[in-house]
């Protein structure tokens, strides 16, 4: 059953403690003597003697309960701060308090200034400027300009992570100079390992964009993701390595120089074939495929947008370091096709996710996973497309050979037929599947079932039986718009697991009166348990 809940860490409560009497006592203090006088950037406050990872974890709290305010936010910039995400107070940091920032917490690894827009520009360049220690930084959001990438460039030598996505003060152009200092002549940024410009377009019908990505791309040689809608096609450009329609500013290096340089880095490459270290990429669309395969050898998780073809591209099968693959289809695709690519990577797989696909035989969803013994997370969204009347005598055939997952922990299975007018239909070997995914799967923690068109009651009766062989490290159980009864619950509540957030949202056999009754059994038994009704 799910634990009771336990007496609250010292720690915790104090941290709340201090949270609930920030505004009643210190913040009140400041706000009276300190607040409108510019010497508050270098007041001594009751927190410099405070941890900075316990500073960190007040200004959390604080931000997740809505209670920073200015003063608050004042007293708790701290020199020993290491690292320091506002975005959950965005709007009341300005300029004033980035320059607080820039002369109290120079010890920064870790900035997260995302939607913080009220920062001008030129204040985030003094910012940046003051901080050499960077090595995380969100400016998503932000008045972030060329002048500032220039600033990152030059100046966070350490830096690993940048988030820059939906500036809508960047151009392509600007990308330029976070990957390369004019003014010094060298390239910046080199340990530079994720980079996010989510939201940047190309302008007009200018093919720009693809050229910055190309030269970021071949510039930066310590990168491993950069998320951008435009990204295969700059890949495109460096597989085909014709970059004399590129218009790139004289003041940069030239696409082809950049090529030649990182051929003469590699000495494992092979041929004269130019590869690059990237290791994820998202929204690669299947007539990349080829494009990707080729230059991103390495990629251990990518998101794949499946148009309306017949067949699956062959390019899968040369992905040998492929452990994380989504599947999204613009066009619902049978699920028969992706057998041959479980067949081949399944073995290697650790996260797969497929959305889209319909099902014309049952017994395609049961080989898909026993094509993949080692998956930690597995999501599916299908739709239901039967060929006749489902048999009785399947059930029994289901259960044959069934899938063993020794390290699932995440599952989830949406179904819903593909012409909502379709009748129902008996779907036993999905209802079988199902059920041995559950028996089989030890490490289980997180249960996800949207729209199933049969009961469940049966399944978790035969799962949970002999008590203690199933779920028991279930934590996480949503079950939306899912035939299941109440008894069903309360056996789940008695079985020997771990759960702390139930969710029955749309569940039709539960009434208001069985969620109250939930709710009454959580309060008497004290069980540290969330319950979702709708």
Not at 325 to 336: G, H, K, V
Not at 380 to 388: D, Q, V, W, Y
Not at 435 to 462: A, G, H, I, R, T
Request: hydrophobic share 40%.
């Amino acid at each position: 059953m799910p634990k009771r809940k336990a007496a609250r860490p010292l720690r915790a409560l104090c941290l709340e403690n201090v949270a609930a009497n920030m505004q009643l006592l210190w913040a009140k203090d400041y706000t009276e003597r300190s607040l409108d006088e510019q010497r508050f950037r270098y007041l001594l406050g009751p927190f410099n003697d405070l941890a900075g990872c316990l500073v960190r974890e007040l200004i959390d709290f604080m931000g997740i309960k809505r209670r920073v305010t200015r003063p608050v936010l004042h007293l708790l910039l701290v020199p020993q701060l290491t690292e320091l995400d506002l975005g959950r107070c965005s709007q009341l940091v300005t300029k004033d308090v980035a320059q607080m920032i820039s002369s109290r917490c120079k010890n920064l690894s870790l900035l997260y200034l995302q939607r913080c827009s009220r920062i001008p520009s030129d204040a985030l360049v003094d910012l940046i400027e003051s901080l050499p220690s960077l090595k995380k930084l969100d400016l998503s959001d932000t008045q972030c300009n060329t002048q500032v990438l220039s600033a990152v460039g030059s100046t966070c030598r350490h830096l690993c992570e940048l988030n820059i996505s939906d500036c809508k003060r960047l151009s392509a152009d600007s990308l330029f100079h976070l990957a390369y200092d004019v003014t010094a002549g060298s390239f910046s940024c080199q340990g530079l390992q994720v980079l996010s410009v989510d939201g940047l377009e190309p302008s007009g019908k200018s093919r720009d964009l693809v050229w910055a990505l190309a030269f970021v791309l071949l510039a930066l040689p310590s990168l491993r993701f950069l998320e951008n809608e435009f990204v295969s096609e700059a890949l495109q450009e460096i597989l085909g390595q014709q970059f004399a329609a590129a218009q790139v500013d004289p003041r940069f290096p030239s696409l082809e120089d950049l090529a030649r340089r990182r051929m003469a880095m590699r000495a494992d490459q092979a041929g004269s074939r130019l590869t690059l270290p990237l290791k994820e990429l998202l929204e690669v669309e299947e007539t990349f495929l080829p494009t990707v395969c080729a230059v991103c050898p390495h990629l251990t998780k990518a998101i794949v947008l499946l148009d309306d073809g017949s067949a699956l591209s062959p390019a899968f099968y040369t992905w040998h370091t492929l452990t994380d693959l989504t599947l999204d289809c613009s066009r619902p695709r049978n699920l028969a096709e992706l057998l041959p690519v479980a067949a081949i990577l399944g073995a290697q797989m650790q996260s797969l996710s497929v959305d889209g696909f319909y099902v014309r035989d049952e017994l395609s969803f049961h080989m898909v996973l026993n094509h993949c013994p080692n998956l930690q997370k597995f999501s599916a969204s299908i739709f239901l497309s039967l060929r006749g009347q489902g048999s009785p005598a399947l059930e029994q055939d289901a259960v044959l050979s069934p899938p063993r997952f020794s390290h699932l922990v995440e599952f989830t299975l949406s179904l819903c037929h593909l012409h909502t007018s379709a009748p129902s239909q008996p779907i036993p070997r999905l209802r079988a599947n199902l059920l041995s995914v559950l028996q089989n799967s030890p490490c289980l923690k997180s249960l996800e079932l949207f729209y199933l068109p049969f009961c469940l009651d049966e399944v978790f009766e035969k799962v949970l039986e002999p008590r203690g062989a199933a779920l028991v490290h279930l934590r996480y159980l949503s079950l939306l718009q899912c035939q299941v009864s109440i008894g069903t619950i309360h056996l789940l509540l008695a079985a020997d697991n771990q759960l702390n957030s139930l969710h029955l949202d749309k569940c039709p056999d539960i009434y208001r009166g069985d969620y109250d009754e939930l709710l009454r059994k959580v309060s008497r038994e004290c069980l540290d348990l969330h319950i979702q009704w709708q």
